[in-house]
């Protein structure tokens, strides 16, 4: 039952009390009713029987009886016997056989020939010494059948009565509840595409709308606030970001400037370098996140051109290679390039891509360690791999890496902002691809990615 939706639940409630209400009435009335036609029917045979003696005359020690006497009206069979219960005119219904003593002025019920009897007599004297009794007989079984077919009647309209209640009410609580299931719709369509400017579109004012629809109405409005605060924020990113690119531009030029004096102290010149190595991470860091910004509000350019992406692959192998040997770290990096792998990407965007997979795999590699970077064409598909056998990443940071600043071991690197796996992935689904990772901690990762080889 909690697994049903809102719908089921109602209109199976309703329509359970429905059915027990018009289950009590219909006894209610049946039994009512029932009674009534008994005691109307007792109530005509003894006002024929009593109107009767009008068809029966006595002269001159003859009877005289009316034709009407003999007419069956209203199912009901006239009779007169004398003191001696001796037959005399009259008619009997076909199937009462039975006899019964008289009894003045007494309804009774008798059964007889597989039937239910009311039989009525009633004395008349019909000079100072003979008395004759009429007496009427009429079936209760016809009458209770007559019944019987208004309550199978009704018994049959009840499911149908039912099935119309259940059928209607449900389309009703349907149409109630599509608010509902619009709001339903878009918080997942919100959460899936990440898209705020979603709404789910329905009018209703407090005069008109129900509850549902104001409800609706004041979740679209607090999406368009919303909306609101989260441009501004991006909007604030933004302008900081590019606020803070002009004095970082500054430091750097006068640091580059400081140090080609060459007059500086070793001491000094060692200051100035750190200076510069932190305002680059900084200018780069600025640079990451207008990235973001530009991106989440749309505006991130994107050129899709027929490039190969192998050659570009290689070119940022080599830039790796020689960043290496300028730092002096013991790590290998293969790759063995495959010539003509075309697809329809962005170059600057796919040389991030390739470069952030590239100097992750270095910054969590041990000395020593290996890298291997393979790209191939699979279906309609460039699938490429950076492999390291690095630090690895233990399985709980695993669907983290992807978000935004995280960073699984800060302590494990320096360097590094948390952003260059977010930008991979933003990249590789901007494309229309994908990009997944495995890694098996202290024994080494891999990162994949995917990119289609024509616009889908
Ligand atoms: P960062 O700038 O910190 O490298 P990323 O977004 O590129 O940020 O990566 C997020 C986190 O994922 C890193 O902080 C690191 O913990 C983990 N990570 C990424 N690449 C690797 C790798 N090749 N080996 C081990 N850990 C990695």
Sequence with gaps: MSRMSLKIKLTILYTFFMVIVTCAALLILFSLSSREVLSSVQTKLENRVQKSVEDIDYKEGEFVIDNDFYSVFRDIYLSIYDENMYFMFGKIPHGFDENPGLSDGEMRRITDGGKDWYVYDMSFRIDASNTVYVRGITSVTDAEESFAVTVRFALILFPILVLATAIIGYRITRRALMPVRKMTQTVKEIREDADLSRRIGINGNE?????????????????????????????????????????????????????????????????????????????????????FSRADQGRQPISKEWINLGEITEMAVEEQKLLLEASGKDIDIFYDPKPELYAEADETLFIRLIGNLLSNAVRYSRTGGRIDVILKKSGDEIVGEVRDNGIGIRKKDMPKIWERFYRADPSRSEEGSGLGLSMVKWIAETHGGWADAESVFGEGSSFRFGIPVKKK
Excluded: W, Y
């Design 207 to 291: 005069k008109e709308g129900d509850e549902i629809r104001i409800l609706a109405e004041t979740f679209d409005s607090m999406l368009d606030e919303l909306e609101k605060v989260f441009e501004r924020e991006k909007q604030f990113t933004s302008d900081v970001s590019h606020e803070l690119r002009t004095p970082v531009s500054v430091i750097l030029a006068q640091c580059g400037e400081t140090l080609s004096c060459g007059n500086l102290a070793e001491k000094d010149r060692d200051a100035v370098l750190l200076i510069r190595r932190k305002a680059e991470e900084t200018a780069d860091l600025l640079a990451q996140i207008l990235f």
